[in-house]
Nanobody, 123 residues
Framework: QVQLVESGGGVVQAGGSLRLSCTTS????????LGWIRQAPGKEREFVVG????????QYSDSVNGRFTIAEDNDKTAIYLQMNNLKPEDTAVYYC????????????????WGQGTQVTVSS
């Protein structure tokens, strides 16, 4: 079972940027599709972006496409989410997650989750 630890959340004004990080200590990222999922207060978890274990496929939700970018370390022990032009509706707890499924594009497809990091965007 992979363990995931997120960092990098915070408070930012609308239009600003944040970079989230997700790390694992067991070098097992290479076996999983990885993603970022967020949950706003009172709402269901929302898929944000996923990248397959081989790096060949990446999928962004329509709400973040063009503003967010996922990246991973070459040694596959960390992934990042660069978030630009943030909007108040991006406010949520952001979770790093790993899926045993190759092409996981829904929150329900992910099997392992980090503890989450809060992102708050003020208007």
């Amino acid at each position: 079972q992979v363990q995931l630890v997120e960092s990098g959340g915070g408070v930012v004004q609308a239009g600003g940027s944040l970079r989230l990080s997700c790390t694992t200590s067991d070098r097992s990222f290479s076996r999983y599709t990885l993603g970022w999922i967020r949950q706003a207060p009172g709402k269901e978890r929302e898929f944000v972006v996923g990248i397959t274990w081989d790096g060949l496929r990446t999928q962004y939700s329509d709400s973040v496409n063009g503003r967010f970018t996922i990246a991973e370390d070459n040694d596959k022990t960390a992934i990042y989410l660069q978030m630009n032009n943030l909007k108040p509706e991006d406010t949520a707890v952001y979770y790093c997650a790993a899926a045993e499924m190759y092409w996981a594009r829904r929150a329900a497809d992910y099997n392992y989750w980090g503890q989450g990091t809060q992102v708050t965007v003020s208007s």
